[in-house]
């Protein structure tokens, strides 16, 4: 069964440093989405991309935060300065072309787990 | 805003047992419901949706889900517990019409199975 991948499992960095997420999509999924679960907390969505833009952000999403299909596997969420509150887990998903309601499940990684010191 | 609550944050059942995650939605239009569950140290796991249709929804792994509309409510059953459906659970509701809308979660209900 196809799934959504994520590199690296882990990432530690210091902050202010900038840190890329990694994501492998489903692989005839068209729409792109980044989720964050800070340690106790809920599951907040960040920002969701389809036809190489943007198609809805949070408030969480702020000009620190960038997104980017560089080629037509990867979808990567990159944060330029790292501050402390950006420890969480962040979550990949993708969910197929809009056909009938039935198709546009969103499929989710298993998580990067960000740790800024 | 579309919203959804899970009032318990654990629930414990024996194995054997049935068990029941409440969830009750609030949204405007109709109501795309959703069930995932996270296993410790692993990503979200799609269980189950309600679009519309039948109001019992079977997913994986024997769960289903009750949509109940007068009462506004989701709750994910199981007619017997497995030690490991030990594990985090999320119901969720999607926020728009669109297929780039986003999901949003509920806090979570930590459902421990006892042997």
């Known amino acids: 069964e196809p799934e959504v991948t994520q590199t690296p499992s882990h990432q530690v960095t210091q902050m202010g440093q900038e840190v890329i997420l990694r994501c492998v999509p489903i692989s005839n999924h068209l729409y792109f989405y980044w989720y964050r679960q800070i340690l106790g907390q809920k599951v907040e969505f960040l920002v969701s991309?389809?036809?190489?833009?943007?198609?809805?952000k949070s408030e969480i999403f702020d000009d620190q935060f960038s997104v980017e299909r560089p080629d037509g596997s990867n979808f990567t969420l990159k944060i330029r300065s790292t501050k402390l509150e950006d420890s969480a887990m962040y979550f990949c998903?993708?969910?197929?072309?809009?056909?009938?309601?039935?198709?546009?499940?969103?499929?989710f990684g298993p998580g990067t787990r960000l740790t800024v010191l | 805003a579309q919203s959804v609550a899970q009032p318990e944050d654990q629930v414990n059942v024996a194995e054997g047992n049935p068990l029941t995650v409440k969830c009750t939605y609030s949204?405007?239009?109709?109501?795309?419901l959703f069930w995932y569950v996270q296993y410790p140290n692993r990503g979200l796991q799609f269980l189950l949706k309600?679009?519309?249709?039948?109001?019992l929804v079977k997913g994986s792994y024997g769960f289903e889900a009750e949509f109940n509309k007068s009462q506004t409510s989701f709750h994910l059953k199981k007619p017997s517990a497995l030690v490991s459906d030990s594990a985090l659970y999320f119901c969720a509701v999607r926020d728009g019409d669109s297929s780039a809308s986003k999901i949003i979660f509920g806090s979570g209900t930590r459902l421990s199975i006892r042997p």
């Open positions: 991309f389809y036809n190489n833009e943007i198609s809805e």
């Open positions: 309600y679009i519309t249709g039948d109001n």
């Open positions: 949204v405007s239009g109709n109501p795309y």
């Open positions: 998903a993708s969910s197929e072309r809009f056909r009938t309601l039935d198709t546009d499940t969103q499929y």
